[in-house]
């Protein structure tokens, strides 16, 4: 007759069952080998244990493996909060203290002195250009006008023989010589008659009559003002009282060199321009050539008389 065991001290049994699977999970593994090993000690004094022995050394005993607990893993794009790393702190941006940058400054100064200079030679220019010949010459500081200052001399301009009276010397109007000097251009070596420069004068030619003391240097640099250009003559004058001087009809400027500018301002605001009988270049009518301070009444005997070179 079988002993009934009591059922009291026993714990329930913590084999696997065959066929049955392993429970997952870290806490799960750690209640079985709690179990398992207070279940041993228990069944070491149980009566019981002998007799459940061969059973158990028939089919040993896996030993539950201790699994480390699960990993939680990030949602996918989020990284892991890590509390252990302080937070990062922000560092305040250096600025740098740039200097004052002169390349565009420079470039808009120079771009506006340019407009600036051209807007005054254009206002210059409007000027200018609405000024008559004659306003540009009395601008020429020291030039003498005789339309204001003698008139009645400025009209005289009868055509005679032989030599003729001038207050002014060189003269720059009066009554002349029928014959014109030659004004191509030409430079004199020598001193001409003053009865056939006036004649050229007439005709809006511009004299310059030099003393003979004159450097050479000087000289030459009035000759390059003269050479080639029409209504242009020049030629040494004895006796004058300052080293140039130079004439239009009406009009005269006496300089102390050659490098002075009134003298190229003198020829550009009244060559051609102070003409009492514009047009007629120098080319045209009886022309005289020569040299010398006698006037040459060339046609004087002739039947046109008192009528040629007009």
Not at 3 to 22: D, E, I, L, W
């Amino acid at each position: 007759m079988s002993t009934q065991h009591s059922g009291g001290n026993r714990k329930p049994s913590t084999k696997a069952v065959s066929g049955a699977k392993p429970k997952q999970g870290g806490d799960e593994d750690a209640e079985v080998l709690d179990e398992s090993e207070i279940s041993d000690s228990s069944d070491a004094d149980s009566p019981d244990a002998d007799a459940d022995a061969p059973a158990a050394s028939a089919k040993p005993k896996a030993s539950p493996r201790k699994s480390a607990p699960a990993r939680k893993t990030a949602p996918a794009g989020k990284r892991p909060a890590t509390s252990s790393r302080p937070a990062a702190k922000k560092i305040a941006p250096v600025k740098v203290k740039q200097g004052m940058s002169w390349g565009p400054i420079a470039l808009f100064a120079t771009v506006g002195v340019l407009a600036l200079g051209i807007i005054g030679f254009a206002g210059y220019q409007v000027r200018e250009n609405g000024l008559s010949w004659r306003d540009r010459a009395d601008q020429i500081d020291g030039i003498k006008d005789y339309y204001k200052i003698d008139k009645a001399m400025v009209g005289q301009r009868d055509h005679v023989w032989g030599p003729q009276t001038y207050d002014l010397n060189p003269p720059v109007a009066g009554r002349h010589n029928q014959n014109w000097q030659r004004c191509l251009g030409d430079v004199y070596p020598a001193a001409i008659a003053n009865e056939h420069a006036l004649h050229s004068l007439e005709h809006g030619a511009v004299w310059i009559a030099y003393n003979p003391s004159l450097s050479a240097d000087d000289v030459e640099k009035l000759a390059k003002r003269v050479r080639g250009n029409d209504y242009m003559l020049m030629s040494p004058y004895p006796n004058l009282d300052k080293p140039i001087s130079l004439q239009a009809w009406g009009f005269q400027l006496k300089v102390d060199n050659a490098d002075d500018k009134r003298i190229d301002q003198f020829i550009k605001a009244l060559r051609q321009n102070a003409s009492l009988e514009a047009g007629n270049p120098c080319s045209n009518g009886a022309i005289i050539t020569e040299t010398g301070t006698t006037p040459r009444d060339l046609g004087k005997d002739s039947p046109a008389g008192n009528t040629m070179g007009n």
